[in-house]
C-alpha cells in the first residue's frame, strides 16, 4: 500500500502540512513499513506551468509541457490512497493545487461524442482508490473553504477516487494555529486509519 499526501500550500510545516501529514501517521500506524509506503510533496517544489489547453494531452494523457507534471501524475497513479490538501487564497485553492486540478482535468479526461451527437465525457483511468480532502481557511467564511474543497473534488472525480473524508476549517491564520484545535487534528488522524 502507497499513500501519497499533496501538499498545496507554499508555506512548509503550515496548518495544511501539520494536517495532512496527521492524515499520514494515521495511515502508517500499526502497519508493517516494508508493505506500505508513506510519501509527502509539496506541489510548490515542483516546476508546474499551467494548462494551455492545446489538446496535445487528448490522445496520450500525457502532458507536453516541459514541466514536472507527468512525474505527479505517475506519483498518483502509483499510489494507493491520496491526501489532498491546499488552504484558501483568494477564495480558492491555491494556485499551485488548481494548476494540478486543471492538468489533471484537461489530460485525463476523454471528450467524445455519441451517436447522436451528444458530447460525451470518460475517464482516461479509473484509480478505484481512496482519498482525504483538506481544506482550511484563514479569514474565510466556512462556506467559502466547502466550495474551495468543491474544486478539489474534481481532481478526485476525473481520478475515480472516492473520498472518505473531508476535513474543513477556518479562522486558522498563523503558522501552527491547527496545533490547539485538538478535535481537527483527531480527525485527520481517525481519516488516515480509514485509508489502509
Known amino acids: 500500500m502507497k499513500v501519497l499526501g499533496i501538499i498545496g500550500s507554499p508555506r512548509k510545516e503550515g496548518n495544511t502540512d501539520i494536517l495532512v501529514s496527521e492524515v499520514l501517521k494515521g495511515a502508517s500506524r500499526d502497519v508493517q513499513l516494508n508493505a506500505h509506503t508513506i510519501e509527502k510533496i509539496y506541489l510548490d517544489d515542483f516546476r508546474l506551468f499551467p494548462c494551455k489547453t492545446c489538446g496535445k494531452c487528448k490522445t496520450t494523457g500525457v502532458c507536453v509541457q516541459p514541466d514536472d507534471f507527468n512525474l505527479i501524475l505517475e506519483k498518483i497513479k502509483d499510489s494507493s490512497a491520496i491526501v489532498l490538501g491546499s488552504p484558501v487564497y483568494c477564495k480558492t485553492v491555491t494556485a499551485q493545487t488548481k494548476i494540478l486540478i486543471d492538468k489533471i482535468d484537461s489530460s485525463q479526461i476523454i471528450v467524445s461524442s455519441t451517436s447522436d451527437g451528444k458530447t460525451k465525457f470518460s475517464r482516461r ?46 479562522k486558522l491564520s498563523e503558522k501552527g494555529d491547527v496545533l490547539k484545535n485538538k478535535p481537527i487534528l483527531q480527525q485527520a488522524f481517525i481519516a488516515g486509519t480509514k485509508l489502509r
Do not use: H, W
Not at 478505484?128 to 462556506?143: A, E, F, Q, R, T
Open 125 to 170: 483511468i479509473r484509480t478505484n482508490k481512496k482519498g482525504v480532502i483538506i481544506c482550511i481557511g484563514d479569514l474565510s467564511g466556512l462556506n467559502t473553504v466547502k466550495q474551495s474543497a468543491g474544486v478539489m473534488r474534481c481532481l478526485f472525480r476525473d481520478l475515480s477516487i472516492e473520498v472518505i473524508d473531508e476535513i474543513l476549517a477556518n
